[in-house]
Nanobody, 125 residues
Framework: QLQLVESGGGLVQPGGSLRLSCAAS????????IGWFRQAPGKEREGVSC????????DYADSVKGRFTISRDNAKNTVYLQMNSLNPEDTAVYYC??????????????????WGQGAQVTVSS
């Protein structure tokens, strides 16, 4: 069974950091672009960052550029989202998603077809 599992969420003070992990089981991530998305209460889901299957090319939403870093460790079948300088506007449920796409680029607008269950990130003092 193909599955993505997020971990690493939690409560952090403004200015703090968290690292989310997205671990895959039932398939290998080598051929998949991975995206991170988030949804805050009462808001639409938005794309945060993605990383391509080939060459690990990344893309970020303007709201997180310079603060978040996406990376992948294919040996561990895991993708990470390092989040620094967090602020209350980053509070949301964060989801990782996968799409088999053998390109050296990624787009947050792609129709990702495998999704994790989500991890809550709360930024509050």
């Amino acid at each position: 069974q193909l599955q993505l599992v997020e971990s690493g969420g939690g409560l952090v003070q403004p200015g703090g950091s968290l690292r989310l992990s997205c671990a895959a089981s039932g398939f290998t991530l080598d051929d998949y672009a991975i995206g991170w998305f988030r949804q805050a209460p009462g808001k639409e889901r938005e794309g945060v960052s993605c990383i391509s299957a080939s060459d690990g090319v990344t893309d970020y939403a303007d709201s997180v550029k310079g603060r978040f870093t996406i990376s992948r460790d294919n040996a561990k079948n895991t993708v990470y989202l390092q989040m620094n300088s967090l602020n209350p506007e980053d509070t949301a449920v964060y989801y990782c998603a996968a799409l088999r796409a053998l390109f050296s680029f990624c787009l947050l607008s792609w129709d990702y077809n495998y999704w994790g269950q989500g991890a809550q990130v709360t930024v509050s003092s």
